[in-house]
């Protein structure tokens, strides 16, 4: 195995175990900053040594096992542990609670990590990327890309948001309780943030980008593993499975978006439409909730074999039913466009075009545009097209629009 080879290997590994590692280094030093600190000491150790020495058997326990040591060093540093424990049973104590912590309360760990990167403490951006660094093993120039932002920003953020949890004392535990329902909202709320800005990306050149849905979808699936009986972490990952089937039918051939009702569902997965399809199934018999909606509503889509085939009255019926809000009363408006005609879409629509936080959203005059074209408002139409395409900041997404401005004409 070359060095390159084996440097591929430490980073598949690295993206694999980094959140156990630092969950179960975190449960010993009691601080989620320095336990990735820790771990990534131990991944620098692999990048040192396994090129000369060879890829170990179990590369993950290599990693826990060098992480661990690290860690046993730093507690011997600290003047209080010293006077509260002799050196002469330190090797002992401290080995043997790690490794009752490895061997009984990982995967219980590895929960409380996931709780304390996505405290509400901490802002939706610092959120986002301390729970890709941590839990997703990425690294802070591969946040920066996948984001588009500096490097430099990336690692501000997540230095205060460590900095934040320590002075903020936030304890690596998974809360009980009304707080436990608030907490996994805000857990739910971040990885449905790394999907969406992989599904629809906010800006540059690219209309999707598949590693951010795809790292969702892991800790979507990880976290139902570890919260089986929680209704909405199996609707999050229902919607997140059944739209991510259609990521290879979203772009053409040169990279172009393509809409919903016209993609090639022959080139939908099937097998992620299954695995949603049985995800759902499971949040509903748990009782369900808004992601649940999402994903019955995004289950319509996946059932229909052809556009023409979709309940458009059962998906209205389900917009209905969800918590209002002025992004859900816009895409009632497109299922009862569907269903009724685009008169009485427009009629559920226009009530929409003063509500301040849709003011900015290019969807609005995007959806406007379409309802207008099929009523054979032209001009008006091409303006709102035009409209939707100043307000985004996705280049792809941008030229779209403003051919479908230009086919106004």
Request: charged residues 25%; glycine residues 8%; proline residues 5%.
């Amino acid at each position: 195995m070359t060095r390159a080879d084996t440097h591929r290997a430490v980073e598949a590994v690295w993206r694999i175990e980094a959140g156990r590692v630092i969950a179960g280094v975190a449960r010993l030093v009691g601080d989620v900053g320095l336990a990735e600190e820790l771990a990534q000491d131990a991944l620098l150790a692999a990048l040192e040594q396994w090129p000369a020495e060879g890829v170990p058997r179990n590369p993950g326990a290599w990693l826990m096992t060098t992480a661990k040591r690290r860690a046993i060093d730093q507690i011997r540093r600290r003047e209080r542990f010293a006077a509260r424990m002799p050196d002469l049973l330190l090797p002992d104590t401290v080995e043997g609670e790690f490794d009752a912590v490895v061997e009984d309360t990982i995967e219980d760990d590895l929960l409380r990590l996931i709780f304390t990167a996505c405290h509400p403490v901490l802002g939706p951006e610092a959120r986002v990327a301390l729970t890709l660094r941590m839990l997703g093993g990425l690294s802070t120039d591969e946040i920066a890309r996948a984001f588009l932002v500096p490097g430099a920003t990336v690692g501000q953020r997540i230095s205060r948001a460590k900095k934040t949890l320590a002075e903020a004392k936030v304890p690596f535990e998974v809360p009980d309780g009304a707080a436990r329902t608030e907490r996994l909202a805000s857990v739910l709320e971040v990885i449905y943030l790394i999907f969406n800005e992989g599904y629809s990306a906010t800006a540059g050149d690219d209309w999707m980008r598949p590693a951010l849905c795809e790292e969702a979808m892991r800790l979507g699936r990880v976290l139902a593993g570890l919260m089986p009986g929680e209704a909405e972490v199996h609707g999050l990952v229902a919607l997140m499975e059944i739209q991510a089937s259609r990521s290879a039918a979203r772009t053409g051939p040169s990279g172009e978006p393509v809409v919903l009702l016209e993609q090639d569902r022959g080139r939908w997965d099937r097998l992620l439409i299954r695995r949603g399809l049985a995800a759902l199934d499971r949040a509903e018999e748990l009782g369900g909730g808004t992601y649940t909606l999402q994903a019955a509503i995004a289950a319509c889509h996946a059932r229909a074999a052809t556009a023409a085939d979709t309940d458009w009255h059962r998906i209205a019926e389900l917009y209905a039913r969800h918590p209002p809000s002025p992004v859900v009363e816009l895409n009632r408006a497109v299922a009862v466009a569907m269903a009724d005609g685009p008169a009485a879409g427009l009629a559920v629509l226009d009530p929409l075009l003063d509500e301040p936080s849709l003011r900015s959203y290019h969807l609005l005059p995007t959806v406007r545009a379409d309802l207008l074209l099929k009523l054979g408002r032209r001009d008006e139409a091409r303006a709102e097209f035009e409209r939707a395409a100043a307000m985004t900041r996705n280049e792809a997404e941008r030229g779209l629009l403003l051919a479908r401005a230009e086919g106004c004409r």
